[in-house]
């Protein structure tokens, strides 16, 4: 059983571009986060929702825009993909809010912009 | 930008223990520690998680000092499967807004030989 799935788990497209990417979790969390991993592996939040609330929303452009329609889904929707925007994308899921819960990451969504 | 640090990369060899340390100067009081390990193409996987002095699971245990500015995460006896990236996580404070932030180490490469 997939913990917390991705979709797709591969993205080409062209620049210019709108697309999304879907992640469920079955895991019965109340929090679920993005992350965007660059090409040096480093990772850093984009966004966390606690209950289909936004909670944190880091600086990123407002060509992100994530969505939530319940507690086990958070969508990413990016309008006018940029070069910059290649990158692999997770999805993640913990019990509740707050920096001190362990995370259940998906295997990524790489997305390349041509 | 505070943020944690690691080393880029570790070498051993199967049976050895291996220690990597992570450097997270300003933790705040009520941050825990936290590892994650990394497979190519997937995403990280919790490892273990602490607060203060030593803790212990199945696969690692987590070193503590008491002024908490740093951890140390030991595997004891590598195997070839245990090759890839780890990172620390802790809740970090932003020096310039003192907000604080979820930020990821930049990874330790660990590489296990036969």
């Known amino acids: 059983d997939t913990a917390v799935s991705q979709t797709p788990k591969y993205l080409v497209t062209q620049m210019g571009n709108d697309k999304s990417i879907k992640c469920e979790q079955n895991l019965g969390h109340d929090t679920m986060y993005w992350y965007k991993q660059d090409s040096k592996k480093f990772l850093k939040i984009m966004f966390s929702?606690?209950?289909?609330?936004?909670?944190i929303n880091e600086t990123v452009p407002n060509r992100f825009s994530p969505k939530s329609p319940d507690k086990a889904h958070l969508n990413l929707h990016i309008n006018s993909l940029e070069l910059g925007d290649s990158a692999v994308y997770f999805c993640?899921?913990?019990?509740?809010?707050?920096?001190?819960?362990?995370?259940?990451f998906g295997d990524g969504t790489r997305l390349s912009i041509l | 930008l505070a943020k944690t640090t690691q080393p880029i990369s570790m070498d051993s060899y199967e049976g050895q223990e291996v220690n990597i340390t992570c450097s997270h100067n300003?933790?705040?009081?009520?941050?825990?520690i936290t590892w994650y390990q990394q497979f190519p193409s997937q995403g990280p996987r919790f490892i273990i998680q602490?607060?203060?002095t030593k803790v212990t699971n199945e696969v690692a245990s987590l070193f503590i000092p008491a002024d908490r500015k740093s951890s140390t995460l030991s595997l004891p006896r590598v195997s070839l499967s245990d090759t890839a990236v780890y990172y620390c996580?802790?809740?970090?404070?932003?020096?310039?807004?003192?907000?604080?932030?979820?930020?990821f180490g930049s990874g330790t490469r660990l590489q296990v030989q036969p």
């Open positions: 993640a899921s913990s019990p509740g809010q707050g920096y001190n819960q362990p995370q259940h």
């Open positions: 300003n933790i705040a009081t009520n941050d825990y």
């Open positions: 929702y606690n209950n289909k609330e936004l909670i």
């Open positions: 996580l802790v809740g970090d404070m932003e020096e310039d807004t003192g907000r604080r932030a979820l930020t």
């Open positions: 602490g607060y203060k």
